[in-house]
Nanobody, 115 residues
């Protein structure tokens, strides 16, 4: 059974940094990409960043230059370094793992940016 476990969320002041981690277990091959999505209250879930098995990355325009996604293929872990955080980054952040046939989601971790 595939499981995604996120960690690293919390409360941070505007301009601060956080690093999210996601550890995937129960899957050994067939991963096409891993990534992060977020959902703010009253809004739809949106893409933050993704990274393919080959290392190609894709970012939402709102986080380009501030967030960096990285991946450890050997461990099936994905990370999101978030710098220069803004109040509008406040949301529940979800880890996503995609294969050729389906996708999986983590339980989410809360990120709150507030003074």
């Amino acid at each position: 059974q595939v499981q995604l476990v996120e960690s690293g969320g919390g409360l941070v002041q505007p301009g601060g940094s956080l690093r999210l981690s996601c550890a995937a277990s129960g899957i050994g091959f067939g991963i096409t990409s891993m990534g992060w999505y977020r959902q703010a209250p009253g809004k739809q879930r949106e893409l933050v960043a993704t990274i393919t098995s080959g290392g190609s990355t894709n970012y939402a325009d709102s986080v380009k230059g501030r967030f960096t996604i990285s991946r450890d293929n050997a461990k099936n872990n994905v990370y999101l370094q978030m710098n220069s955080l803004k109040p509008e980054d406040t949301a529940v952040y979800y880890c996503n793992l995609a294969t050729y046939y389906t996708e999986y989601w983590g339980q989410g971790t809360q990120v709150t940016v507030s003074s």
